[in-house]
């Protein structure tokens, strides 16, 4: 019952989180935050936790895998030396400063070096929501960051973990062993699994087919990874890199409708349960402590923040000047980016729900059967890190992305133009031969001729080669508007006719999937010509 419950009580606090935060125009995981923090003062939840094998196990490789499918390949080989840079080095060096910051304020070494780990990555649901304001550029590096940076600190993670058991030793050849083989092992890990399941969706037309192998996809790869003790998290990026880039040629366009619409939704359901159980687990955190303890507690927290903040701005600031001094190519200049966009991207590094699942998953004991050290406090620390940046550097974004002067540019807007535009010239010019192969009459050759020249002119409105047709823009715009008024008529039609009794409801339900589609079509093809 306790479960159903926690179901109930979180879908109702994303819907409620969700709904506020837009209206209010605040960022949805600041809301879901603090929802789950308010549940936590239902009895009914004060003994659920959420366990870290289900966001490391369940929500995590399908979130990542679906991040790196959305994301942009191009920009991530055009800013590959910086990524790769943020989520390895700048892992490596802000886990090093939490430990030393929290040895320095009575932590053992193993407990400290275990914290840093935890709260050194950035999270890649929080980026990939809040990220969203940004230039494509920034937004990217951000995203393919966070994508990453996962591997490193699980890796250092473990190591910490496996030194307080006793069941690690330190040294430079196996941490650098270690690194080598998850990261490689991980890649080759997604790759294989990619590489056979693109083999079958390739001769797969059912979308329901489609959809169970997009789920299963990174959960097997990401679940053979971690048997072979590699990263897991880099398999489920991999998988998604390269299942994005192949499905425009491999699958069907109604596989990939379904696939997307099915995605998205469990994606955002999971993003937004996520924030709301860190809330909950955050809650219980504090009631884990004593009095003495919890004021302990936050200060090493508010120490951990500063810590966290200091040194992303301090390589953020640092590693550019090392990268010019290194490298004088042309076009590295021009890929420069100033102070405030530096800074913007040194306030942009959120954690999340991987940082509380890490750690969640510290053990409770020692093999000699005494309490792991500092426990408490890490979970503790934890979720007031990951509160601290959502509830005070989230809402900030907005003013630090306008003081930058930066905001989400339009050259995806541009690019998808003048691919329609392209598209449909050379479609246009394609036409007659199309037409003479089918045997198609010269009248629907001619209206089709007419309605893709109608389109291409709107497209064209405005452009600097052709100039505005106003004319074709608003004849589009008069013909979307009638059109979805015809379609709401007819709906309100058939709805009057099930009322009726003339008609059976599974009937309605086919002549509406029909109307849904056009309708769809049709708003998209209208706002599309509006921006």
């Not at 969706?201 to 169970?212: A, E, I, K, V």
């Not at 099930?498 to 309708?519: F, N, S, Y």
Request: hydrophobic letters at 50%; glycine letters at 8%; proline letters at 4%.
């Amino acid at each position: 019952m306790s479960s159903l419950v926690l179901v109930v009580a979180v879908g109702v606090a994303i819907l409620v989180g969700a709904g506020a935060a837009r209206r209010l125009r605040i960022a949805p995981p600041v809301l879901l935050l603090v929802a789950g923090v308010l549940l936590g003062f239902a009895p009914a939840l004060r003994a659920v936790h959420l366990p870290p094998e289900a966001v490391l196990l369940v929500f995590l490789p399908v979130l990542l895998y679906w991040e790196a499918f959305s994301s942009s390949l191009r920009e991530m080989r055009r800013n590959l030396r910086v990524i790769v840079l943020l989520s390895t080095l700048l892992v490596v060096a802000t886990a090093a400063g939490v430990a030393v910051a929290g040895h320095a304020l009575g932590l053992g070494w193993g407990a400290a070096w275990v914290l840093g780990a935890a709260v050194a990555p950035t999270d890649a649901t929080a980026v990939g929501v809040l990220g969203r304001m940004l230039p494509r550029r920034i937004a990217t590096t951000l995203r393919a960051e966070s994508l990453v940076n996962d591997g490193t600190a699980l890796v250092i993670y473990t190591l910490a973990v496996g030194i307080t058991l006793g069941e690690e030793h330190l040294s430079v050849g196996r941490v650098a062993g270690l690194f080598a083989f998850s990261y490689l092992g991980g890649i080759a890990s997604g790759a294989v699994v990619t590489f056979l399941v693109l083999q079958i969706r390739r001769r797969l037309t059912d979308p329901f087919q489609h959809n169970l192998l997009a789920l299963l996809t990174p959960l097997t790869a990401y679940l053979i990874a971690e048997a072979a003790e590699v990263s897991g998290v880099l398999a489920a990026v991999v998988s998604g890199l390269w299942v994005g880039r192949a499905s425009p040629r491999l699958f069907p366009g109604n596989a990939r409708r379904h696939v997307h619409t099915v995605m998205e939704f469990l994606t955002m359901l999971a993003n937004a349960a996520l924030f709301v159980l860190v809330g909950l687990e955050a809650q219980s955190a504090v009631r884990g402590l004593d009095s003495s303890g919890l004021a302990h507690g936050m200060l090493v927290a508010l120490v951990v923040c500063a810590v966290i903040v200091a040194v992303r701005f301090g390589w953020l600031f640092t590693s550019p000047y090392v990268i010019r001094a290194i490298d004088r190519r042309p076009q590295q200049r021009e890929r420069r980016l100033s102070g405030r966009p530096r800074a913007l991207m040194s306030a942009a590094g959120f954690r999340g729900a991987v940082s509380m699942a890490a750690a969640l998953a510290v053990p409770h004991t020692l093999p000699s059967g005494s309490e792991f050290p500092d426990r408490d406090l890490i979970v503790f620390v934890t979720a007031v890190v990951i509160a601290v940046t959502l509830l005070v550097q989230a809402p900030l974004m907005p003013r630090v992305t306008r003081w930058a002067g930066l905001g989400a540019d339009s050259e995806a807007e541009r690019e998808r133009r003048q691919a329609e535009i392209t598209s449909m010239d050379r479609a246009l010019g394609s036409l007659p031969t199309m037409a003479a192969e089918l045997g198609t009459s010269d009248d629907v050759h001619e209206q089709l001729r007419a309605e893709y020249d109608r389109r291409l002119r709107v497209l064209r409105d405005g452009d600097a080669t052709s100039g505005p047709d106003e004319a074709a823009a608003d004849y589009e715009k008069q013909y979307a508007d009638l059109h979805l008024a015809v379609i709401g008529h007819r709906h309100e039609t058939v709805v009057r006719m099930r009322d009726a009794g003339e008609i059976d409801d599974e009937v309605l339900r086919r002549v509406q999937d029909g109307l849904d589609l056009e309708q769809v079509h049709m708003t998209q093809r209208r706002d599309n010509d509006n921006r």
